[in-house]
């Protein structure tokens, strides 16, 4: 039997989302499911999947997979993603609960393609220490925004190693066993936050990365380089809000319909 599925991007962050409330996804094997259909080139393609399935906590629940196989708690991108697809296939109304791993997550469709979510509080922040990486002494910050992440910023982002740099404070001993997402910041002169991220999971950098841009933010207002709203360019050129409410964080920005259509099961089955 085919299986319906969205195509749908979160700022440049992509995704393959399936309504799995009826179980129609559970007889595949889900590494393999995953990591076939998120193939690049070779199938579907994308950042992760999302398999939407029901909840006695919330309006619904996700289990979301990197394009790697591996499950991740949270995925900022993917959570404003999710809302609309709920609201488009009549899961939800314009506001709604989600569970996640990272736990219950709030979201609020907006005007147009936009979505507003309303992220977990952002736990073990640590400001402004050092690592060493390759006979080099880093400075960065850290804070688990749902999953966790490494900030660092800089004052020439766009020509770093991103996979180089990226990858090697990703996979640094300070941050083992689970790893943490890396990413790069520099404030623009008008007032904007370029990020750009290395994500686990995914290992290399995506167009956007949600979750990425709100740790960035959060520490570019503790130091006083900005005022929350923050507006972050990702990678893909499109923005993503940030808004640090009274110990609230929240993520607004575009989750987008690409495509709808069935995968067969020579998807997956390559």
């Known amino acids: 039997m085919n299986i319906p599925f969205y195509k749908m991007s979160g700022a440049g962050n992509d995704f393959i989302f399936i309504d799995n409330r009826d ?3 559970d007889g595949i094997d889900r590494q393999t499911l995953v990591t076939k259909t998120c193939a690049r080139n070779i199938s579907v393609g994308a950042d992760g999947m999302m ?12 289990r979301f997979y990197n394009c790697d ?19 488009l296939n009549n899961i939800t ?3 709604m609960t989600f569970e996640t791993l990272a736990g219950i997550i709030e979201a609020e469709i907006k005007e ?15 400001s402004d220490y050092q690592i060493e990486l390759d ?13 966790p992440h490494a900030v660092m910023f800089c004052n020439d982002i766009e020509n770093i190693d991103i ?16 790893g943490t997402n890396t990413n790069f910041c520099e404030m623009n002169k008008d007032g904007v936050l370029r990020v750009r991220t290395y994500e686990r999971g995914v290992e290399g950098e995506t167009m956007a990365c949600g979750t990425g841009c709100v740790a960035c933010a959060l520490f570019a207002v503790k130091k006083g380089l900005t005022k929350s709203p923050v507006k972050c360019k990702t990678t893909s ?16 920005g575009e989750a987008r319909v690409v495509y709808k259509g069935e995968l067969t099961n020579e998807a997956y089955t390559y």
């Open 51 to 62: 398999l939407i399935e029901n909840s006695d906590k919330a309006d619904f629940k996700w």
């Open 69 to 87: 196989g591996s499950e991740a708690e949270m995925c900022g991108n993917g959570a404003r993603c999710a809302g609309r697809f709920a609201y």
């Open 93 to 95: 109304g314009e506001k």
């Open 163 to 178: 996979m180089k740099l990226g990858s090697g404070i990703r996979y640094h001993s300070h941050f083992e066993p689970a």
């Open 23 to 25: 179980g129609k996804a």
């Open 237 to 252: 050129g499109l923005m993503l809000t940030v808004y640090l409410e009274n110990g609230k964080v929240y993520l607004e």
């Open 135 to 147: 006979e080099k002494k880093l400075d960065i910050s850290s804070v688990n925004t749902g999953v």
């Open 112 to 126: 147009g393609v936009n979505v507003k979510v309303q992220l977990t509080t952002p736990f073990d922040e640590k």
